[in-house]
């Protein structure tokens, strides 16, 4: 794989492929970074799995109403990279991420997940708190890119 790749491959399993497209939204002071936080306490970049015949970007101006009810400004592709994981079911799936640098639009409807709440957290404590090391990976290039 010519992708930048984190999690252990375990031999035998059959990994499903999940595409998926996240934004880096940070705050002026770029000391901060918006990132959806689950009931169960865990934190993610907005974004999503790409539906079919759906565009990265497609994607993301759906799942940030989705998730925050916001409308969003997408800026420039920062990269791709994936994660070898197993889900909350502990399937094997592998997530090919597409990353992008956003701004954080008008709130235009309420949230249709109502378990996702959008939360500003300091850019020193994202990498503890992300479940996915490609996500923390994704803010930092996208820091180099601003």
């Known amino acids: 794989m010519d992708k930048i790749t984190f999690g252990e491959k375990t031999e035998g399993l059959d990994y499903l492929l999940r595409k998926g497209a996240y934004a880096v939204i940070l705050n002026a002071a770029k000391d901060k970074a918006a990132?959806?936080?689950?009931?169960?306490?865990?934190?993610?970049?907005?974004?999503?799995g790409i539906e079919e015949?759906?565009?990265p970007e497609e994607c993301l101006h759906r799942e940030l109403l989705e998730e925050t009810g916001h409308e969003?400004?997408?800026?420039?592709?920062?990269?791709?990279?994936?994660?070898?994981?197993h889900s909350s079911q502990n399937e094997p799936m592998l997530n090919d991420g597409y990353f992008y640098?956003?701004?954080l639009g008008e709130k235009i409807q309420d949230p249709t997940e109502v378990d996702h709440f959008l939360t500003w957290v300091p850019i020193g404590q994202?990498?503890?708190l992300l479940v996915h090391e490609h996500h923390y990976w994704a803010v930092m290039e996208g820091l180099k890119k601003i």
């Open 101 to 103: 640098l956003a701004e």
């Open 35 to 48: 990132i959806v936080r689950t009931n169960h306490d865990r934190y993610f970049l907005p974004g999503g």
């Open 126 to 128: 994202l990498k503890e």
């Open 53 to 55: 015949q759906e565009l």
């Open 72 to 85: 969003i400004k997408i800026g420039p592709f920062i990269g791709t990279a994936m994660r070898f994981f």
